[in-house]
């Protein structure tokens, strides 16, 4: 693996090591609770567009998983996305992959709840 | 009332079969029933926890208990102080939440868990029952932390504008009026507190605007620690810019073991004395106070010392199974109280509450803090935190890298528009 540039100097906690053995210890992981972390920056389910942060909404999976496999490797100067990738396993990329490949690139909408819910509930009711 | 509650399936079949889903039939009742997931607080982890709740399910009934009409972001409240956004940028509604969403905002603030039946009081007299109730209320400020600070000199003459609104203004309009060469000073406070590099960016902001305007005016950070997040890539700044560490520094650093720790405040001479008996004259004065767990925390019992434990698999607290705690009143070093981590935080809760209306096993949970800061407007930072679940009763294990000071301009100056870009987006993501 290359060395981070100098810019970005400053890394902590547990080591290489320790977090392989954490993700072998447990289940990884779910593929929409890896993505869902990504969209402080990219948007619900990753279908925000900004000028610094692309969507990932309906990315195609092998291109996902190359670019998040380069940036782990810090194969080209980022901003923050090989500080965000270096953690992650093949495995766990490929989940988020899944997750965002199968993601509508569009914003989210889901227009029917307040009927779905009436359905089910009688009305005005806090209880 | 001839709705099943959780309670009545556990009393026909035990509690046991519940909650390791083996009852498929009876989780399925249910959801059919509509479970009604409560939360107090409509802030980032309130608001956050309500959106991505619907994402999950579209049945379940969601309530926020909120005594604000709107919400104000602190993410860009600095730049409010310093002049160069509007509040009104930062204040959201619920509108969209109500609307698209199909939660129902009540505007009242919550009082007390009736824990044995699962009931939540609301100051104006209703009572609410809950299936699960999330609790996201952020924190209280210990005022009496500094002598002859006070929560009415906050609202008053001594903004601490640590949760944005009049006193954001208050500042504002303060650092506007402050007389040519006067002095500003700021404390800040010990950790843990809501967004670790906020004072120093607040510090930065001030002394940009007032090399501009008032060029012999001076910022004194009378800090109650020796170190901070950024502090290598602050410092540099603050040099390059302010002349940090000459004779006429338009910032000063004063750390713990220089006598930094403020523990008196006079509103009449205003000055403030730090630990070692040193007095400060300032013409502004902005305490940070330090923090603890919301007062509702507190009075509810979900406390221990400041903060409130909880179980780390699904942020359920110690004190009951059906109630959750998030945002900055949890216990939750060492994740720092942001509001991406709040809004995290919420996605586990949401993600195993519905694993349990639904039977399945709660995942593995996972929580990442991708940070901005900035010294100007040019000038950003970053820091990319994960943490990793490390067992029920354990602390995630945290794993970074953050920006050094770098001669680089085109990263200072594209992590800056990172952090412009991500102010947005993050509102977006949780009220929109
Ligand atoms: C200057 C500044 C800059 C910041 N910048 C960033 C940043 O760049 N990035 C970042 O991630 N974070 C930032 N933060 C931190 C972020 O604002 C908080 O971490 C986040 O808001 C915490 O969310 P919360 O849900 O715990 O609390 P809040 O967002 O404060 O929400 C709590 C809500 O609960 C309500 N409430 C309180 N008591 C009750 C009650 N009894 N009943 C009902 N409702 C109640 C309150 O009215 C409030 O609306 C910043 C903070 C500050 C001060």
Redesign the pocket.
């Known amino acids: 693996m290359l060395q981070a540039p100098a810019s970005f100097a400053i890394s902590g906690g547990i080591t290489a090591e320790e977090n392989d053995k954490l993700r072998s210890e447990y289940p990884m992981p779910s593929g929409d609770m890896l993505g869902d972390n990504c969209s402080?920056c990219h948007g619900t389910k990753g279908a925000e567009f900004n000028e610094a942060m692309p969507p990932l909404a309906g990315m195609d999976k092998a291109k996902f998983i190359k670019l998040m496999k380069d940036y782990r490797a810090n194969k080209f100067p980022s901003i923050v996305m090989h500080d965000v990738a270096h953690v992650f396993s093949d495995q766990e990329i490929e989940a988020m992959a899944d997750f965002f490949a199968k993601q509508k690139p569009e914003e989210w909408t889901r227009p029917d709840w307040n009927a779905s819910i009436k359905a089910n509930t009688k009305e005005n009711s806090h209880e | 009332m001839n709705k099943i509650t959780r309670r009545d399936l556990i009393k026909l079949f035990g509690a046991g079969a519940l909650s390791t889903g083996l009852m498929g039939a009876s989780s399925l009742a249910f959801a059919k029933q509509s479970a009604h997931i409560v939360i107090?607080?409509?802030?980032?982890?309130?608001?956050?926890s309500a959106k991505y709740m619907r994402l999950l399910n579209p049945d379940v009934r969601i309530t926020i208990?909120?005594?604000?009409p709107k919400?104000i972001?602190?993410?860009?409240?600095?730049e409010v102080v310093a002049g160069f956004d509007t509040l009104e940028t930062l204040t959201v509604d619920y509108n969209t939440l109500k609307s698209r969403y199909a939660v129902n905002v009540i505007q009242?603030?919550?009082?007390e868990i009736d824990y044995a039946n699962k009931k939540l009081k609301?100051?104006k007299g209703d009572v609410l029952s809950y299936d699960k109730l999330i609790v996201?209320?952020?924190?209280d400020f210990k005022y009496g932390a500094v002598e002859g600070y006070s929560k009415q000199l906050a609202e008053g003459d001594f903004p601490a504008?640590?949760?944005?609104g009049p006193q954001t203004l208050t500042l504002r309009d303060q650092i506007n009026a402050l007389p040519q060469g006067g002095t500003v000073l700021i404390s800040s406070p010990v950790d843990p507190y809501?967004?670790p590099?906020?004072p120093y960016?607040?510090a930065s902001f001030v002394a940009n605007k007032l090399k501009e305007t008032n060029p012999t005016a001076k910022v004194i950070i009378l800090d109650s620690k020796d170190d901070f997040i950024f502090h290598d890539v602050y410092l540099d700044y603050w040099k390059k810019e302010h002349g940090l560490g000459t004779a006429d520094a338009r910032i000063e650093w004063v750390p713990k073991k220089a006598g930094g720790h403020v523990t008196k405040l006079d509103t009449k001479n205003r000055t403030l004395t730090t630990a070692d008996g040193q007095v400060h004259k300032g013409d502004v004065i902005n305490i940070i106070p330090p923090e603890m767990a919301?007062?509702?925390v507190r009075m509810n019992g979900l406390a221990k010392g400041d903060w409130a434990p909880f179980n780390s698999q699904d942020f359920s607290t110690k004190r009951d199974k059906d109630v959750y705690i998030?945002?900055?009143?949890?216990a939750a070093d060492p994740m720092p109280?942001?509001?991406?981590?709040?809004?995290n935080q919420a996605k586990v809760v949401t993600k195993a509450i519905q694993a349990e209306l639904t039977g399945k096993e709660i995942g593995t949970p996972f929580i990442t803090?991708n940070?901005?800061?900035m010294a100007a407007d040019d000038w950003g930072m970053t820091v990319a935190e994960t943490f990793r679940y490390a067992g029920n009763h354990h602390a995630y294990e945290e794993s970074y890298v953050m920006s050094d000071p770098t001669e680089n301009p085109y990263y200072r100056h594209i992590r800056a528009e990172v952090?412009k870009n991500?102010?947005r987006t993050?509102r977006k993501d949780i009220f929109s």
Do not use: M
């Not at chain 2, 107090?40 to 956050?48: C, D, L, N, P, S």
């Not at chain 2, 009242?108 to 009082?111: F, K, L, N, S």
């Not at chain 2, 998030?326 to 949890?330: L, M, N, P, V």
């Not at chain 2, 109280?337 to 809004?343: L, N, P, V």
């Open positions: 402080a | 107090v607080g409509g802030g980032v982890g309130g608001a956050a208990v909120e005594p604000e919400y972001f602190c993410p860009g409240s600095n009242d603030r919550a009082t609301l100051a996201s209320p952020g924190p504008a640590w949760h944005a809501r967004c590099p906020a960016e607040r919301g007062s509702f998030i945002g900055d009143s949890a109280k942001t509001g991406y981590i709040a809004s803090n940070c901005v800061a952090a991500w102010q993050f």
